[in-house]
Nanobody, 120 residues
Framework: QVHLVESGGGLVQPGGSLRLSCAASGRYAMGWFRQAPGKEREFVAAISYGGGRTVYADSVKGRFTISRDNAKNTAYLQMNSLNPEDTAVYYC?????????????????WGQGTLVTVSS
């Protein structure tokens, strides 16, 4: 069983930045997803175990950066230029495979989520 714990969420003004962290064990790819109120959970970004491959949703490309530090068993999501449409609960996920991409059913383990609110 893989246990994931997200942290770093909070309230930020439009144009601001936040960095989310996900503490997790395992030697597989990791992804970030988000779910806004009344909407489906959507893919944000994913990174391979070695960090050499990353994938981003078009909506965050150029603003968000995913990274990981395997020595600390932690993945990060640096979020810049935040806008109110980024408000959501953010989840990290990992799977028993090397897939990186937007398909939710390829991820086997999920964290409990951390709330990000972008508002003035």
């Amino acid at each position: 069983q893989v246990h994931l714990v997200e942290s770093g969420g909070g309230l930020v003004q439009p144009g601001g930045s936040l960095r989310l962290s996900c503490a997790a064990s395992g030697r597989y790819a990791m992804g970030w997803f988000r779910q806004a109120p009344g909407k489906e959970r959507e893919f944000v970004a994913a990174i391979s175990y070695g960090g050499g491959r990353t994938v981003y949703a078009d909506s965050v490309k150029g603003r968000f950066t995913i990274s990981r530090d395997n020595a600390k068993n932690t993945a990060y999501l640096q979020m810049n230029s935040l806008n109110p449409e980024d408000t959501a609960v953010y989840y990290c996920a990992t799977g028993k495979n090397y897939y990186i991409g937007p398909a939710r059913d390829r991820y086997d383990y999920w964290g409990q989520g951390t709330l990000v609110t972008v508002s003035s």
